[in-house]
């Protein structure tokens, strides 16, 4: 078991910055692919940015150049750098956690989400 809690979301102006954190706890963290995942009102969730154990890194189109993900599996704890930050930036994020074990399906865990609103 796997439990995901997100924080630093909030309000902020466009162009400015936040930092999202992800602390995990209940399992080995270096055993998973970790991710930031966001939803808008009346979207699809869609993938941000996926980090592995070995730090290679996938970013949606749409925040590359602006958002760095990164991971410390010592401290089980994944964060989020958003800078230059969009009204279309404005969601729910929600940290994730993916197993893909040799035998057996896969296992998923989501955080609770942290609202993150660029607004004026």
């Known amino acids: 078991q796997v439990q995901l809690v997100e924080s630093g979301g909030g309000l902020v102006q466009p162009g400015g910055s936040l930092r999202l954190s992800c602390a995990a706890s209940?399992?080995?963290?270096?055993?998973?692919?970790m991710g930031w995942y966001r939803q808008a009102p009346g979207n699809q969730r869609e993938l941000v940015a996926s980090i592995t154990s070995a730090d290679y890194t996938n970013y949606a189109d749409s925040v590359k150049g602006r958002f760095t993900i990164s991971r410390d599996n010592a401290k089980n704890t994944m964060w989020l750098q958003m800078n230059g930050l969009k009204p279309d930036d404005t969601a729910v994020y929600y940290c994730n956690a993916r197993r893909y074990p040799l035998i057996g399906a896969m296992v998923n865990y989501w955080g609770q989400g942290t609202q993150v609103t660029v607004s004026s």
């Open positions: 209940g399992s080995i963290f270096s055993m998973y692919v």
